[in-house]
């Protein structure tokens, strides 16, 4: 053991250099692999999570519309994505970094994750400069965020609400930004989803896994909590149609997709 896992984790989740951000997230992967970090440490720290001066971030209605049809267009639509993925990151590394005393299983789960996403930013930047752009060049808002500070105090809400929702909602959302993409031209982008799309599934598996997990412990019924923490927390129900496919892959049920499909 040569450090604390935390202690890491907290850097990279504080730093608001993209480089630094991505290097010290890979450290942490390959540094948790050669079981080179203590999970068991206990002291308490503060988390901050760093981003970037820029984007700007602004309200979600103020992030203007994303037609595909011109590079303009095309360009805003990754870097919404680009900015999704770097939120991943900071979420991954919060999910590991904020909960104590979890079974050593969490934390590489959530380890190999921010080490995903990482690699998911660093993909569609690479799609997003072929248009002659980067990072930071167009607004964008806080949403997958506040959602991480509102679950802060409790890891089963943030297993149903973070990656259960949000990045379930990314799934279905997938195939449609791919179909626009390809309709216009931009084959590359629609590839570079395929990988996420795929890695994506194993995200909200994750997330669905911990959260039935945390409920057996608390003896509460999935899938009823599930819909209780939705309406608790004011969140937005999938939008229809759902990708079910690729949900019931990441730990759905059918009967539960049905339930989550109907209107309230
Ligand atoms: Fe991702
Ligand atoms: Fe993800």
């Known amino acids: 053991m040569s450090g604390s896992l935390f202690t890491r984790l907290a850097a990279a989740l504080a730093t608001t250099e993209i480089d630094e ?43 203007p519309q994303r037609s595909p049809t011109t590079p303009e267009g095309r360009a805003r639509l990754l870097h919404a994505i680009v900015h999704i993925e770097f939120t991943a990151i900071n979420l991954a590394l919060d999910h590991a970094a904020r909960f104590r005393g979890l079974p050593q299983a969490y934390y590489a789960d959530w ?34 965020w506040e959602m991480a500070e509102k679950t802060a105090h409790d890891p089963l809400a943030r297993m149903a609400l973070v990656p259960r929702l949000l990045e379930a ?3 279905d ?5 791919q179909r626009r993409l390809v309709e216009n031209g931009d084959e590359a982008s629609a590839r570079a989803l395929d990988i996420i799309l795929r890695d994506e599934i194993g995200h909200v598996g994750l997330g669905d896994r911990w959260f039935r997990t945390f409920c057996e412990q608390r003896g509460s019924d ?3 909590t599930y819909r209780e923490l939705l309406h ?24 539960e997709l049905a339930a989550l499909a109907k209107k309230r």
């Open 169 to 171: 909602r990314g799934l």
């Open 173 to 177: 959302a997938t195939p449609p930004i």
């Open 222 to 224: 999935a899938e009823t």
């Open 21 to 63: 951000k991505l290097a010290l997230t890979t450290g942490i992967a390959a540094d948790w692999r050669a079981g080179r970090l203590d999970w068991r440490d206990e002291t308490p720290l503060e988390l901050r999570c760093g981003r970037p001066a820029r984007p700007e971030i602004v309200p979600p209605k103020a992030v």
């Open 111 to 144: 380890i190999g994750v921010a080490a995903e996403e990482a690699e998911h930013f660093s993909l569609l930047r690479e799609r997003l400069a072929s248009y002659g752009h980067d990072y930071g060049d167009f607004p964008a808002h806080a949403g997958l």
């Open 232 to 255: 608790t927390y004011k969140a937005p129900r999938p939008a229809t149609p759902m990708n079910e496919k690729a949900r019931l892959q990441a730990g759905f049920s059918a009967a």
